[in-house]
């Protein structure tokens, strides 16, 4: 598919993992790429992939939690792309594991990188989009914002951003600004959450591989394949939505109906 020929796309925390995969599959269906990230090294990384492939991509070291930080972002974006057609709003963390393990510091660094980050980003590719009547933001939300399924800090903060994707697509949908989310399950990458989880059990992902229907966790790329979707104009009509990408695991409690079917 091709459905990114001539569009120019930014994606926070594009160097790993999910971001990184949206990085790859975008410029794979033709978009040049603004590969986001607080740290420039993986960033350079996925342009020197996508360089190799024949697409255009720049890397561009950027913290999402200051404004400073992505008015610069977004305005260099714009100097080497040109203006923005799409903005995945990727990035954020997680590592508070429990309410009592929640501290005041924990809670503020969750809600910055994942919430008030999305606000910043989010309004800061606003006016241009609005200028050309024309734009499209996916926003990566989580499962944990939907149900309670560990990290509460981090899940308030998806949850919030439920609303804040909600609030974007019916105060710009008339400017010709789609605004979705895409909410993924467990999926197979080295953050900071996975990272501590696979020390403690190398076997996480298959252990919970029994809760997904589907009998498997996901890749970045099934999350990608969904934000491509959201993102190309054959979405012209999905504004608001949020997109559940969990192989099944929140429409149901799998192993609670295999329990009660005996
Ligand atoms: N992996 C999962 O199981 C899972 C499940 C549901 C939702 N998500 C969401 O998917 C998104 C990506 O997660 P991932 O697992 O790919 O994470 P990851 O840690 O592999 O990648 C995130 C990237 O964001 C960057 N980043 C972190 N803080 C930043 C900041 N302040 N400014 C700029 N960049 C920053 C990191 O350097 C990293 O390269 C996040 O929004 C996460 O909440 C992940």
């Known amino acids: 598919m091709n459905r990114f020929i001539a569009k120019t796309v930014l994606v926070t925390g594009g160097g790993r993992g999910i971001g990184r995969a949206t990085c790859l599959r975008l410029a794979q269906e033709g978009a040049a790429v603004a590969v986001a990230d607080l740290d420039l090294a993986p960033a350079q990384?996925?342009?020197?992939?996508?360089?190799?492939?024949?697409?255009?991509?720049?890397?561009?070291?950027?913290?999402?939690?200051?404004?400073?930080?992505?008015?610069a972002m977004v305005r260099n974006a714009e100097k080497a792309l040109g203006p923005l057609s799409v903005l995945v709003n990727n990035a954020a963390a997680t590592s508070a594991s429990t309410v009592e393990a929640t501290g005041e510091a924990d809670?503020?660094?969750?809600?910055?990188?994942?919430?008030?980050?999305?606000?910043?980003v989010m309004k800061s590719v606003i006016p241009g989009m609005a200028e050309r009547g024309k734009g499209a933001i996916v926003a990566i939300g989580s499962v944990n914002g939907r149900v309670y399924v560990g990290n509460p800090a981090y899940s308030a903060a998806k949850a919030g951003l439920a609303m804040w994707v909600k609030a974007m697509a019916v105060e710009y949908g008339p400017q010709g600004i789609r605004t979705n989310m895409v909410s993924p399950g467990t999926i197979r990458t080295q953050n900071r959450s996975w990272t501590d989880r696979i020390a403690r059990d190398p076997q996480i992902f298959e252990k919970l591989a029994r809760w997904y229907p589907v009998g498997r966790v996901g890749?970045?790329?099934?999350?990608?394949?969904?934000v491509a979707f959201l993102a190309s104009d054959e979405a012209g009509f999905v504004n608001g939505a949020d997109l559940v990408v969990d192989g099944g695991l929140t429409a149901g409690?799998?192993?609670?109906?295999?329990?009660?079917?005996?």
Do not use: C, H
């Open 253 to 262: 409690m799998g192993p609670f109906v295999q329990e009660i079917n005996g």
């Open 45 to 71: 990384e996925v342009v020197r992939e996508i360089a190799a492939t024949g697409r255009t991509a720049v890397a561009l070291e950027a913290d999402v939690t200051k404004a400073t930080s992505v008015e």
């Open 219 to 226: 890749n970045p790329e099934d999350i990608a394949a969904a």
């Open 107 to 120: 809670w503020d660094v969750e809600f910055d990188v994942t919430l008030r980050a999305a606000y910043l």
